[in-house]
């Protein structure tokens, strides 16, 4: 099995370090793994079956080490599904982080608002979110190893770690909205139409990726929580452009946030974070 292969791996390289929790860095957020200390990096390329991405932002590698006393596997980078190789590395990778000993997994994206109120530069707590990609990356034969054949998404997005986030938002005085995020397939910015159509299904947000993520995560009973940087106002809500570029600017603008929300959550659970939760499978 390549997940176990690559969970085998990941633990090789790091002796010492079991993670507990995996963070994923989305477009232009790679400076949180930069924090993490006695840090091991193994580029993607050396682990088995896992993804190696092809878009600027995301450096491709695994860091390995802890963070703010918490052990941890932070992706350095992930694929999309509209670079057309499906979904196969992405399931190896989360599926390799939970064998490897991760309890939860933390979801980071960029991300365009749909509220004109939530403007570039501010963090989204996910609460739940719509898959628009046309895919779900379990289709196909179930790997009864992991979980069901037919997940539940009910409460995908754990409405525990999310409470906890915004205690410690608040606790920094980190301005932290809430909302649906909407995955689109991409790699075509969404037009003012689609921006329209996207906040009467219910939409807060929209980017291409971390819905996928998410699904396999609560398939092989990881706990998920998200937060999404939002880079820009969608296309028809602000005169500013939109395209890569200024994607990554605005999500290095509001990194420092991101990555104080992190590093104070992990440090006020660190001895204790899942204490009291039901054990996961």
Known sequence: MTAAKAAAEILARAPGVRPRVGIVLGSGLGGV??????????????????????????AGR????????????????RVHAYEGAGFAALKTAVR???????????LTCAAGSLRREVGPGRL?????????????????????????????????WDPDLRARLKDRAAGLGIPLAEGVYAACLGPSFET????????VL???????STVPECIVARHCGLRVAGVAVITNLGV????????????????????ADLERLLTGFLADHVNGWTAGDEAQP
């Open 62 to 77: 695994l860091v390995l080490g802890t963070l703010s006393g918490c052990p941890v596997a932070v992706m350095q980078g």
């Open 96 to 106: 390799a982080l939970k064998l490897a000993g991760c309890e939860a997994l933390m």
């Open 192 to 199: 003012p139409a689609e921006v329209r159509m996207l906040s």
């Open 236 to 255: 028809g809500l602000s005169d500013e452009p939109v395209d890569h570029d200024h994607t990554l600017r605005n999500a290095a603008s509001a990194a």
């Open 33 to 58: 793994a930069d924090r993490v200390e006695g840090a091991t990096a193994v580029p993607y390329a050396e682990l088995p079956g896992f993804p190696v991405p092809a878009v600027e932002g995301h």
């Open 124 to 156: 989204m707590l996910i609460t739940d979110h719509i898959n628009l990609l046309g895919a779900n990356p379990l289709a196909g034969p179930n790997d009864d190893a992991f979980g069901p054949r037919f997940p539940s998404l009910t409460d995908a």
């Open 202 to 208: 219910g939409a807060d947000a929209v980017g291409m």
